[in-house]
Protein backbone atom coordinates (compact mmCIF):
# COMPACT_ATOMS: atom_id res chain seq x y z
CA UNK A 1 0.00 0.00 0.00
CA UNK A 2 1.31 3.60 -1.09
CA UNK A 3 1.43 6.21 1.64
CA UNK A 4 -0.63 8.25 0.03
CA UNK A 5 -3.44 6.07 -0.41
CA UNK A 6 -6.63 7.30 0.77
CA UNK A 7 -7.78 5.05 3.87
CA UNK A 8 -10.71 7.31 5.22
CA UNK A 9 -13.00 9.25 2.84
CA UNK A 10 -16.10 11.78 4.18
CA UNK A 11 -18.46 12.52 0.87
CA UNK A 12 -20.86 15.45 1.51
CA UNK A 13 -21.13 14.87 5.18
CA UNK A 14 -23.79 17.01 6.55
CA UNK A 15 -24.59 16.66 10.36
CA UNK A 16 -27.69 18.04 11.30
CA UNK A 17 -29.05 18.93 15.18
CA UNK A 18 -32.28 20.37 15.92
CA UNK A 19 -31.69 23.97 14.96
CA UNK A 20 -28.27 23.30 14.81
CA UNK A 21 -26.22 22.29 11.35
CA UNK A 22 -22.92 21.21 12.64
CA UNK A 23 -21.35 19.63 9.87
CA UNK A 24 -22.21 21.51 6.57
CA UNK A 25 -21.34 19.65 3.05
CA UNK A 26 -18.05 18.12 4.45
CA UNK A 27 -15.55 16.19 1.85
CA UNK A 28 -12.09 15.00 3.32
CA UNK A 29 -9.79 12.48 2.14
CA UNK A 30 -7.15 11.42 4.97
CA UNK A 31 -3.92 8.79 3.70
CA UNK A 32 -2.51 5.77 5.19
CA UNK A 33 0.62 6.82 7.23
CA UNK A 34 -0.21 10.55 7.91
CA UNK A 35 -0.56 13.14 11.03
CA UNK A 36 -3.89 15.07 10.03
CA UNK A 37 -4.88 17.86 12.22
CA UNK A 38 -8.47 19.19 12.10
CA UNK A 39 -8.30 22.38 13.89
CA UNK A 40 -11.44 25.33 13.88
CA UNK A 41 -12.72 27.54 16.36
CA UNK A 42 -14.82 25.77 19.00
CA UNK A 43 -18.35 24.81 17.81
CA UNK A 44 -16.55 24.98 14.04
CA UNK A 45 -17.70 21.25 13.76
CA UNK A 46 -14.28 19.06 13.73
CA UNK A 47 -15.46 16.33 16.88
CA UNK A 48 -18.64 16.06 15.54
CA UNK A 49 -17.25 14.83 12.06
CA UNK A 50 -14.44 12.90 13.79
CA UNK A 51 -17.67 11.39 16.41
CA UNK A 52 -19.44 10.32 12.57
CA UNK A 53 -16.14 8.79 12.17
CA UNK A 54 -16.07 6.62 15.26
CA UNK A 55 -19.69 5.92 14.86
CA UNK A 56 -21.44 7.79 17.71
CA UNK A 57 -22.94 10.28 15.28
CA UNK A 58 -24.62 9.26 11.95
CA UNK A 59 -24.73 11.57 9.57
CA UNK A 60 -27.87 13.40 8.44
CA UNK A 61 -27.02 12.98 4.63
CA UNK A 62 -23.37 11.64 3.16
CA UNK A 63 -21.08 8.92 3.06
CA UNK A 64 -18.34 7.75 4.78
CA UNK A 65 -16.01 5.25 3.45
CA UNK A 66 -12.79 3.27 5.02
CA UNK A 67 -10.56 1.66 3.25
CA UNK A 68 -13.05 1.34 0.15
CA UNK A 69 -15.95 0.33 2.25
CA UNK A 70 -19.29 2.28 2.73
CA UNK A 71 -20.11 2.42 6.32
CA UNK A 72 -23.49 1.17 6.76
CA UNK A 73 -23.69 0.79 10.43
CA UNK A 74 -22.77 4.01 12.77
CA UNK A 75 -21.39 2.73 16.40
CA UNK A 76 -18.15 2.80 18.71
CA UNK A 77 -18.50 -1.24 18.13
CA UNK A 78 -18.77 -1.13 14.34
CA UNK A 79 -15.86 1.48 14.30
CA UNK A 80 -13.35 -0.42 16.55
CA UNK A 81 -14.22 -3.52 14.46
CA UNK A 82 -12.37 -1.45 11.46
CA UNK A 83 -9.54 -0.61 13.20
CA UNK A 84 -10.67 2.82 14.20
CA UNK A 85 -9.55 4.24 17.93
CA UNK A 86 -10.81 7.32 19.82
CA UNK A 87 -8.76 8.96 22.62
CA UNK A 88 -11.17 11.50 23.89
CA UNK A 89 -10.37 14.64 25.98
CA UNK A 90 -12.27 13.90 28.92
CA UNK A 91 -10.50 10.42 29.73
CA UNK A 92 -13.20 7.20 30.10
CA UNK A 93 -10.81 5.30 32.98
CA UNK A 94 -11.56 3.30 36.00
CA UNK A 95 -9.61 5.36 38.80
CA UNK A 96 -9.49 2.36 41.08
CA UNK A 97 -8.28 -0.43 38.78
CA UNK A 98 -5.24 -1.13 37.42
CA UNK A 99 -3.55 -0.19 34.26
CA UNK A 100 -3.77 -3.50 32.91
CA UNK A 101 -7.72 -4.05 33.86
CA UNK A 102 -8.34 -0.47 32.11
CA UNK A 103 -6.94 -1.73 28.88
CA UNK A 104 -8.64 -5.54 28.80
CA UNK A 105 -11.59 -3.83 30.22
CA UNK A 106 -14.49 -4.72 28.43
CA UNK A 107 -13.11 -7.82 26.44
CA UNK A 108 -11.20 -9.58 29.62
CA UNK A 109 -9.05 -12.61 29.30
CA UNK A 110 -10.28 -15.40 31.23
CA UNK A 111 -9.43 -18.15 33.20
CA UNK A 112 -12.54 -20.01 33.61
CA UNK A 113 -15.02 -17.81 35.23
CA UNK A 114 -12.86 -15.04 36.39
CA UNK A 115 -10.50 -12.43 34.29
CA UNK A 116 -7.01 -13.50 33.79
CA UNK A 117 -5.26 -11.23 35.63
CA UNK A 118 -1.45 -12.85 35.01
CA UNK A 119 -2.92 -12.60 30.98
CA UNK A 120 -4.22 -9.05 31.23
CA UNK A 121 -0.39 -7.95 32.92
CA UNK A 122 1.42 -9.65 30.03
CA UNK A 123 -0.72 -7.89 27.45
CA UNK A 124 0.23 -4.60 28.62
CA UNK A 125 3.69 -5.51 28.73
CA UNK A 126 3.52 -6.59 24.86
CA UNK A 127 2.08 -3.58 24.07
CA UNK A 128 4.48 -1.43 26.05
CA UNK A 129 7.54 -3.32 24.27
CA UNK A 130 5.61 -3.09 20.61
CA UNK A 131 4.72 0.89 20.76
CA UNK A 132 6.64 2.43 23.55
CA UNK A 133 3.75 3.41 25.29
CA UNK A 134 5.99 3.33 28.93
CA UNK A 135 3.39 1.95 31.98
CA UNK A 136 3.42 -0.07 34.53
CA UNK A 137 0.51 -2.65 34.41
CA UNK A 138 0.01 -2.65 38.42
CA UNK A 139 -0.21 1.13 39.06
CA UNK A 140 -3.45 2.06 39.94
CA UNK A 141 -5.23 4.92 38.05
CA UNK A 142 -5.78 7.00 40.36
CA UNK A 143 -2.09 7.08 41.49
CA UNK A 144 -0.63 7.95 38.22
CA UNK A 145 0.16 11.46 36.21
CA UNK A 146 -2.55 12.68 33.45
CA UNK A 147 0.25 11.69 30.52
CA UNK A 148 0.54 8.14 31.82
CA UNK A 149 -3.36 7.77 31.56
CA UNK A 150 -3.11 8.97 28.36
CA UNK A 151 -0.78 6.50 27.63
CA UNK A 152 -3.79 4.08 28.68
CA UNK A 153 -6.18 4.95 26.41
CA UNK A 154 -4.01 4.97 23.57
CA UNK A 155 -3.08 1.56 24.49
CA UNK A 156 -6.44 0.59 25.35
CA UNK A 157 -7.71 1.74 21.97
CA UNK A 158 -4.27 -0.35 20.24
CA UNK A 159 -5.38 -3.69 22.14
CA UNK A 160 -8.44 -3.72 20.30
CA UNK A 161 -6.78 -3.00 17.13
CA UNK A 162 -6.61 0.21 16.31
CA UNK A 163 -4.54 1.70 13.08
CA UNK A 164 -6.38 4.78 12.86
CA UNK A 165 -6.32 6.65 15.92
CA UNK A 166 -8.59 9.81 16.67
CA UNK A 167 -6.92 12.28 19.28
CA UNK A 168 -9.22 14.86 20.65
CA UNK A 169 -7.22 17.48 22.47
CA UNK A 170 -4.48 15.27 23.42
CA UNK A 171 -1.79 18.02 24.63
CA UNK A 172 -4.84 20.18 26.56
CA UNK A 173 -3.71 18.90 30.24
CA UNK A 174 -0.05 17.79 29.33
CA UNK A 175 3.14 19.52 30.68
CA UNK A 176 5.35 20.49 27.55
CA UNK A 177 7.34 17.55 28.43
CA UNK A 178 5.03 15.07 28.64
CA UNK A 179 3.93 16.73 25.17
CA UNK A 180 6.95 16.23 23.79
CA UNK A 181 6.76 12.05 24.60
CA UNK A 182 3.42 12.07 22.87
CA UNK A 183 4.52 13.77 20.19
CA UNK A 184 7.88 11.32 19.47
CA UNK A 185 5.72 8.40 20.09
CA UNK A 186 3.36 9.36 17.62
CA UNK A 187 6.00 9.94 15.10
CA UNK A 188 7.19 6.22 15.62
CA UNK A 189 4.38 4.44 15.61
CA UNK A 190 3.09 6.44 12.19
CA UNK A 191 6.68 5.45 10.96
CA UNK A 192 6.96 2.07 12.09
CA UNK A 193 3.30 0.62 11.70
CA UNK A 194 2.09 3.06 9.33
CA UNK A 195 -0.80 4.67 11.16
CA UNK A 196 -3.04 6.80 10.88
CA UNK A 197 -3.69 9.48 13.50
CA UNK A 198 -5.70 12.36 13.23
CA UNK A 199 -5.35 15.22 15.97
CA UNK A 200 -7.89 17.55 16.78
CA UNK A 201 -7.12 20.38 18.05
CA UNK A 202 -6.83 24.27 18.81
CA UNK A 203 -2.77 24.50 19.47
CA UNK A 204 -1.77 25.54 16.05
CA UNK A 205 2.23 25.62 17.55
CA UNK A 206 1.80 22.26 17.97
CA UNK A 207 0.04 21.35 14.33
CA UNK A 208 3.48 22.68 12.57
CA UNK A 209 5.45 20.66 15.02
CA UNK A 210 3.31 17.24 14.62
CA UNK A 211 1.04 16.89 11.32
CA UNK A 212 1.84 16.01 8.25
CA UNK A 213 -1.72 17.69 6.61
CA UNK A 214 -3.87 20.30 8.11
CA UNK A 215 -8.21 20.81 7.64
CA UNK A 216 -9.61 23.82 8.88
CA UNK A 217 -13.08 24.05 9.58
CA UNK A 218 -15.31 27.16 10.31
CA UNK A 219 -19.32 27.49 11.06
CA UNK A 220 -19.73 23.95 10.13
CA UNK A 221 -17.63 23.50 7.01
CA UNK A 222 -14.29 22.83 6.07
CA UNK A 223 -12.31 25.58 4.70
CA UNK A 224 -9.12 24.07 3.26
CA UNK A 225 -7.22 21.46 3.26
CA UNK A 226 -3.04 22.28 3.40
CA UNK A 227 0.62 20.56 3.45
CA UNK A 228 1.62 21.81 6.80
CA UNK A 229 5.13 22.36 5.29
CA UNK A 230 3.14 24.97 2.78
CA UNK A 231 1.63 27.59 5.83
CA UNK A 232 2.27 29.20 8.93
CA UNK A 233 0.28 29.60 12.32
CA UNK A 234 -0.95 33.52 11.47
CA UNK A 235 -2.23 31.70 7.82
CA UNK A 236 -4.21 29.01 9.74
CA UNK A 237 -5.34 31.39 13.00
CA UNK A 238 -6.55 33.62 9.55
CA UNK A 239 -8.57 30.29 8.16
CA UNK A 240 -10.29 29.50 11.06
CA UNK A 241 -11.72 33.04 11.71
CA UNK A 242 -12.22 34.31 8.61
CA UNK A 243 -10.37 37.16 9.05
CA UNK A 244 -6.33 37.79 9.66
CA UNK A 245 -5.05 37.51 12.75
CA UNK A 246 -2.11 38.62 13.72
CA UNK A 247 -0.92 36.74 16.58
CA UNK A 248 1.86 39.35 17.41
CA UNK A 249 3.57 40.20 21.13
CA UNK A 250 1.92 42.45 22.98
CA UNK A 251 3.12 45.84 23.85
CA UNK A 252 3.89 45.89 27.62
CA UNK A 253 4.20 49.63 29.64
CA UNK A 254 5.52 50.55 32.65
CA UNK A 255 2.57 50.73 34.91
CA UNK A 256 4.23 53.83 37.01
CA UNK A 257 2.65 51.81 39.82
CA UNK A 258 3.94 50.33 42.78
CA UNK A 259 2.97 48.31 45.95
CA UNK A 260 1.45 45.17 46.82
CA UNK A 261 -1.81 44.66 46.07
CA UNK A 262 -2.82 40.75 46.96
CA UNK A 263 -0.95 39.10 49.87
CA UNK A 264 -1.31 35.41 50.79
CA UNK A 265 0.55 34.81 53.84
CA UNK A 266 0.82 30.46 55.02
CA UNK A 267 -2.62 30.15 53.02
CA UNK A 268 -3.93 26.37 54.03
CA UNK A 269 -7.39 24.96 52.19
CA UNK A 270 -9.29 21.85 52.03
CA UNK A 271 -10.88 20.53 48.60
CA UNK A 272 -14.72 19.61 48.44
CA UNK A 273 -13.66 15.84 49.89
CA UNK A 274 -12.06 17.44 53.06
CA UNK A 275 -8.42 16.90 51.72
CA UNK A 276 -6.04 19.70 51.79
CA UNK A 277 -5.55 20.77 48.58
CA UNK A 278 -3.36 24.57 49.23
CA UNK A 279 -0.64 23.63 51.75
CA UNK A 280 0.79 26.74 53.13
CA UNK A 281 0.79 28.60 50.11
CA UNK A 282 2.55 32.50 50.44
CA UNK A 283 3.03 34.69 47.25
CA UNK A 284 2.16 38.43 46.77
CA UNK A 285 1.24 40.52 43.42
CA UNK A 286 2.59 44.14 42.60
CA UNK A 287 0.27 46.95 41.02
CA UNK A 288 1.11 46.85 37.37
CA UNK A 289 1.86 43.06 37.87
CA UNK A 290 0.35 39.93 36.42
CA UNK A 291 1.58 37.06 38.62
CA UNK A 292 0.91 33.44 37.09
CA UNK A 293 0.32 29.95 38.42
CA UNK A 294 1.61 27.30 36.24
CA UNK A 295 1.14 23.25 37.26
CA UNK A 296 -0.77 20.37 36.00
CA UNK A 297 -4.77 20.69 36.85
CA UNK A 298 -5.71 19.64 40.13
CA UNK A 299 -2.76 20.79 42.32
CA UNK A 300 -4.98 23.18 44.24
CA UNK A 301 -4.64 26.20 41.94
CA UNK A 302 -8.50 26.48 41.96
CA UNK A 303 -8.69 26.09 45.00
CA UNK A 304 -6.53 28.85 45.85
CA UNK A 305 -8.26 31.32 43.96
CA UNK A 306 -11.59 30.12 45.64
CA UNK A 307 -10.00 30.94 48.84
CA UNK A 308 -8.67 33.96 48.03
CA UNK A 309 -12.20 35.28 46.71
CA UNK A 310 -14.36 34.27 49.39
CA UNK A 311 -15.87 31.45 47.36
CA UNK A 312 -14.32 28.87 49.75
CA UNK A 313 -13.21 28.37 53.69
CA UNK A 314 -9.86 29.18 54.35
CA UNK A 315 -8.61 27.13 57.44
CA UNK A 316 -5.48 29.01 58.14
CA UNK A 317 -3.28 31.91 56.95
CA UNK A 318 -3.73 35.26 55.73
CA UNK A 319 -5.38 36.93 52.75
CA UNK A 320 -4.64 40.71 51.90
CA UNK A 321 -6.51 42.86 49.34
CA UNK A 322 -5.10 46.02 48.93
CA UNK A 323 -3.86 46.23 52.44
CA UNK A 324 -7.05 45.09 53.47
CA UNK A 325 -7.85 41.35 55.22
CA UNK A 326 -10.13 39.48 53.14
CA UNK A 327 -9.77 36.06 54.94
CA UNK A 328 -12.72 34.94 55.97
CA UNK A 329 -15.35 37.47 54.51
CA UNK A 330 -17.72 37.07 51.99
CA UNK A 331 -17.40 37.25 48.40
CA UNK A 332 -19.22 40.48 48.10
CA UNK A 333 -17.23 42.08 51.07
CA UNK A 334 -13.92 41.11 49.05
CA UNK A 335 -15.29 42.25 45.84
CA UNK A 336 -15.73 45.76 47.54
CA UNK A 337 -12.56 45.77 48.60
CA UNK A 338 -12.03 46.38 44.75
CA UNK A 339 -11.22 42.91 43.31
CA UNK A 340 -13.19 41.14 39.92
CA UNK A 341 -12.81 37.81 39.14
CA UNK A 342 -13.10 35.58 36.30
CA UNK A 343 -14.46 32.01 37.78
CA UNK A 344 -12.39 28.93 36.08
CA UNK A 345 -16.36 27.16 35.89
CA UNK A 346 -18.39 29.62 33.72
CA UNK A 347 -21.65 27.68 34.41
CA UNK A 348 -21.30 27.11 38.15
CA UNK A 349 -20.05 30.73 38.99
CA UNK A 350 -19.59 32.88 35.94
CA UNK A 351 -23.02 33.43 34.40
CA UNK A 352 -26.90 32.46 34.89
CA UNK A 353 -27.93 30.61 32.32
CA UNK A 354 -31.58 31.66 32.51
CA UNK A 355 -31.05 35.10 32.56
CA UNK A 356 -30.07 36.84 28.97
CA UNK A 357 -27.21 38.76 27.92
CA UNK A 358 -28.35 42.04 29.40
CA UNK A 359 -28.87 41.00 32.47
CA UNK A 360 -25.47 39.08 32.77
CA UNK A 361 -23.44 42.00 31.94
CA UNK A 362 -24.93 44.27 34.80
CA UNK A 363 -24.74 41.89 37.62
CA UNK A 364 -22.55 43.63 40.06
CA UNK A 365 -23.65 47.34 38.85
CA UNK A 366 -27.50 46.52 39.12
CA UNK A 367 -27.51 49.38 41.89
CA UNK A 368 -25.27 52.34 40.52
CA UNK A 369 -27.31 55.35 40.07
CA UNK A 370 -27.36 55.47 36.26
CA UNK A 371 -28.91 52.24 36.21
CA UNK A 372 -31.51 52.42 39.20
CA UNK A 373 -32.95 54.62 41.67
CA UNK A 374 -32.87 54.20 45.07
CA UNK A 375 -31.19 50.70 44.48
CA UNK A 376 -34.73 49.43 43.68
CA UNK A 377 -36.28 50.74 40.04
CA UNK A 378 -34.10 49.35 37.52
CA UNK A 379 -33.82 51.99 34.24
CA UNK A 380 -34.34 49.42 31.61
CA UNK A 381 -32.69 51.97 28.52
CA UNK A 382 -29.97 53.00 30.08
CA UNK A 383 -28.80 49.77 31.30
CA UNK A 384 -29.48 48.10 27.50
CA UNK A 385 -27.40 51.05 26.02
CA UNK A 386 -24.37 50.11 28.52
CA UNK A 387 -24.85 46.48 27.79
CA UNK A 388 -24.78 46.96 24.41
CA UNK A 389 -21.66 49.19 24.23
CA UNK A 390 -19.62 46.27 26.13
CA UNK A 391 -21.66 43.15 23.82
CA UNK A 392 -20.22 44.90 20.94
CA UNK A 393 -17.34 45.53 22.28
CA UNK A 394 -16.34 42.50 23.34
CA UNK A 395 -17.78 41.10 20.15
CA UNK A 396 -20.32 38.17 21.82
CA UNK A 397 -21.76 36.95 19.16
CA UNK A 398 -25.63 35.97 20.08
CA UNK A 399 -29.08 36.53 18.12
CA UNK A 400 -29.12 39.87 20.44
CA UNK A 401 -29.08 41.29 24.11
CA UNK A 402 -32.41 39.38 24.89
CA UNK A 403 -30.71 35.94 24.22
CA UNK A 404 -30.76 33.56 27.37
CA UNK A 405 -27.09 33.04 28.26
CA UNK A 406 -27.56 29.24 28.55
CA UNK A 407 -28.64 28.89 25.22
CA UNK A 408 -24.75 30.28 23.89
CA UNK A 409 -21.48 28.09 23.14
CA UNK A 410 -19.67 28.02 25.72
CA UNK A 411 -17.16 30.46 24.32
CA UNK A 412 -19.50 33.50 24.14
CA UNK A 413 -20.47 32.72 27.64
CA UNK A 414 -16.81 33.09 28.21
CA UNK A 415 -17.25 36.26 26.49
CA UNK A 416 -19.96 37.16 28.77
CA UNK A 417 -18.50 36.57 31.95
CA UNK A 418 -14.85 38.43 31.01
CA UNK A 419 -16.72 41.50 29.50
CA UNK A 420 -18.34 41.86 32.64
CA UNK A 421 -15.39 41.56 35.26
CA UNK A 422 -13.24 43.89 33.07
CA UNK A 423 -15.40 46.59 32.71
CA UNK A 424 -15.33 46.62 36.59
CA UNK A 425 -12.74 49.62 36.89
CA UNK A 426 -11.08 47.65 40.51
CA UNK A 427 -7.33 47.38 40.93
CA UNK A 428 -7.52 43.63 41.42
CA UNK A 429 -8.57 41.20 38.89
CA UNK A 430 -8.62 37.14 39.62
CA UNK A 431 -8.54 35.42 36.19
CA UNK A 432 -8.73 31.88 36.16
CA UNK A 433 -8.86 30.31 32.43
CA UNK A 434 -9.65 33.52 30.38
CA UNK A 435 -10.20 32.35 27.04
CA UNK A 436 -10.74 28.38 27.58
CA UNK A 437 -13.12 27.83 24.95
CA UNK A 438 -12.65 30.79 23.18
CA UNK A 439 -11.95 31.14 19.40
CA UNK A 440 -8.29 32.15 18.66
CA UNK A 441 -9.35 35.63 17.42
CA UNK A 442 -11.38 36.10 20.84
CA UNK A 443 -8.12 35.15 22.51
CA UNK A 444 -6.03 37.24 20.92
CA UNK A 445 -8.47 40.48 22.32
CA UNK A 446 -9.00 38.88 25.67
CA UNK A 447 -5.34 38.48 25.60
CA UNK A 448 -4.86 42.35 24.77
CA UNK A 449 -7.46 43.66 26.98
CA UNK A 450 -5.92 41.79 30.18
CA UNK A 451 -2.58 43.32 29.40
CA UNK A 452 -4.03 46.92 28.91
CA UNK A 453 -5.25 46.30 32.66
CA UNK A 454 -1.73 45.18 33.50
CA UNK A 455 -0.32 48.58 31.98
CA UNK A 456 -2.84 50.79 33.74
CA UNK A 457 -1.69 49.45 36.99
CA UNK A 458 -4.02 46.58 37.59
CA UNK A 459 -2.54 43.27 39.98
CA UNK A 460 -3.70 40.52 38.06
CA UNK A 461 -3.40 36.97 39.40
CA UNK A 462 -3.76 34.38 36.77
CA UNK A 463 -4.00 30.70 36.29
CA UNK A 464 -4.31 29.17 32.58
CA UNK A 465 -4.33 25.47 31.92
CA UNK A 466 -2.67 26.88 28.85
CA UNK A 467 1.20 27.06 29.50
CA UNK A 468 1.79 29.52 25.92
CA UNK A 469 -0.76 31.78 27.56
CA UNK A 470 0.90 31.99 30.29
CA UNK A 471 3.92 32.89 28.93
CA UNK A 472 2.64 35.23 26.77
CA UNK A 473 0.93 37.23 29.72
CA UNK A 474 3.07 36.48 33.00
CA UNK A 475 5.70 39.22 34.51
CA UNK A 476 6.46 36.27 36.81
CA UNK A 477 5.04 32.56 37.32
CA UNK A 478 5.26 30.26 40.53
CA UNK A 479 4.81 26.87 39.92
CA UNK A 480 2.17 24.68 42.06
CA UNK A 481 2.38 20.74 42.45
CA UNK A 482 0.11 19.21 45.06
CA UNK A 483 -0.89 22.59 46.86
CA UNK A 484 2.98 23.72 47.41
CA UNK A 485 4.61 26.45 45.19
CA UNK A 486 7.45 24.92 43.75
CA UNK A 487 9.08 27.24 42.11
CA UNK A 488 9.26 31.15 40.93
CA UNK A 489 10.40 32.77 37.91
CA UNK A 490 10.44 35.23 34.94
CA UNK A 491 9.63 33.84 31.90
CA UNK A 492 11.92 34.66 29.51
CA UNK A 493 14.37 33.30 32.34
CA UNK A 494 13.23 29.58 32.02
CA UNK A 495 12.42 27.55 29.19
CA UNK A 496 8.58 25.51 28.83
CA UNK A 497 10.37 22.33 29.18
CA UNK A 498 12.66 23.37 32.23
CA UNK A 499 9.43 24.51 33.48
CA UNK A 500 7.50 21.40 33.73
CA UNK A 501 10.13 19.65 36.36
CA UNK A 502 9.20 22.31 38.64
CA UNK A 503 5.32 21.75 37.70
CA UNK A 504 5.32 17.88 38.34
CA UNK A 505 7.46 17.95 41.54
CA UNK A 506 10.65 17.01 40.23
CA UNK A 507 12.15 20.46 41.33
CA UNK A 508 11.45 22.73 43.83
CA UNK A 509 12.66 25.93 45.58
CA UNK A 510 13.57 28.18 42.32
CA UNK A 511 13.43 31.87 42.61
CA UNK A 512 13.37 34.58 40.19
Known amino acids: MSQAETVISFRHITMAFPGVVANDDVSLDIRKGEVFALVGENGAGKSTLMKVLYGMNEP ?54 FCDFAKARQTVEDLVKEYGLKVEPDDRIEDISVGLQQRVEILKALRRGADILILDEPTAVLTPQETDELFAV ?116 SELLEAITGLRPIESGRVSILGKRADGLSPKAIRALGLSHVPEDRIATGVSVKADVTDNLIVGKERRREFSALGIHMKRGPIREYAKKVFERFDIRAAGLDTAVGSMSGGNMQKVVVAREFSFDTPVLIISQPTRGVDIGAMDFIHQQIVEKRNAG ?55
Open 60 to 113: TEGEVWVRGQQVRHFSPANAIGMGIGMVHQHFMLVPSFTVAQNVVLGDEPRKGL
Open 458 to 512: CAILLVSADLDELYRLSDRMVTIYEGEITGEFKPEDIPKTEISYYMTGGRKEARA
Open 186 to 301: IRRIVAEKQMTIIIITHKLGEVMAISDRVGVMRAGKLVGVCETADVSERILASMMVGKEVLLDAIERADSGEDGVAIEVEGLRVRDSRGLEAVRGVSLTVRRGEILGIAGVEGNGQ
